[in-house]
């Protein structure tokens, strides 16, 4: 699933930003800081750490993730003008992708820098980057949006985040908007020991009591191009006709 294929050190790069980046996260040790719900500060420790080396990311491949490209290519009747938004946009090739497509998009992450970092890379995207916070998004967002896609972070939230980021998902879709998840999949007993934190099938009947109805929920075994099992969900405002 890597865009690193030219660069032979990347794999060593990353392994060893992982190792350094577990030993800071505090939902990974046996305190949770219950000062910083939402992990902000590990969010940005990995982006300033990194020092613009994007193997030092980890979730980082500089490309799209292969579950959202596949699904952009399947749109038949495309993407032109649709208002798209990505929630917690990394290092933008997914927010590209969808704007490569023809979409309107609107991308943002609650890190500085990586949205400073997704600008200096893609230096003429039409893409809107900002940084906000999924749950005090600007009021003008509500309800605005065609399609908003969230790639892997839902699962990057603590559990007990979900309803409210669930409803905070649901808020932005306009009347006839629909909700793209890609995740990490696991089955409903099987232990979550995040962070990430694979999404039972259960976060569908909770998305559901938010608002979100399963147009279509795939279960995606692994592979060798996406080498762990996962969700592709798209997902409506129930109150859609
Ligand atoms: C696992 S990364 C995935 C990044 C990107 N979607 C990708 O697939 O490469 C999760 C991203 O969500 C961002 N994030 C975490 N909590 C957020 C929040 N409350 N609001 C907006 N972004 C958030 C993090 O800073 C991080 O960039």
């Known amino acids: 699933m890597s865009g690193f294929s030219s660069d032979p050190g990347f794999a060593e790069r990353r392994a060893r930003a992982r190792i350094e980046l577990d030993a800071i996260d505090p ?63 990394g290092l933008g090739d ?58 892997y972070t839902l699962q990057a939230l603590a559990p007990e985040l979900l309803p409210k980021a669930l409803a905070a998902l649901a808020s932005l879709l306009a009347p006839d908007g629909k909700l793209l998840v890609i995740a990490r999949a696991r089955d409903e007993d099987a232990p979550a020991s995040g962070p990430p934190w694979p999404l039972p099938p259960s976060i569908f009947a909770e998305a559901e009591r938010h608002g979100l109805r399963r147009i279509v929920i795939e279960d995606i075994a692994a592979t060798a191009e996406v080498p762990i099992r996962h969700w592709r969900a798209l997902l409506r405002r129930s109150d859609a006709a």
Do not use: M
Not at 33 to 39: I, T
Not at 46 to 68: G, I, K, M, Q
């Open 94 to 151: 997914n927010a590209e992708c969808f704007s490569a497509a023809g979409a309107d998009v609107t991308a943002f992450d609650l890190v500085e820098e990586a949205v400073q970092w997704a600008k200096r890379r893609f230096p003429d995207s039409k893409v809107a980057y900002s940084a906000e916070d999924l749950f005090k998004v600007p009021p003008e967002w509500r309800e605005k949006f065609d399609l908003v896609h969230e790639c």
């Open 27 to 89: 939902a990974k040790g046996a305190a949770p800081d219950a000062s910083d719900p939402l992990r902000r500060g590990w969010f940005e420790a990995v982006y300033a750490l990194a020092e613009n080396d994007a193997a030092r990311v980890p979730w980082a491949n500089l490309s799209p993730h292969p579950l959202t490209r596949s699904f952009v290519d399947l749109q038949i009747r495309g993407l032109e003008g649709l208002c798209a938004l990505d929630v917690g946009c």
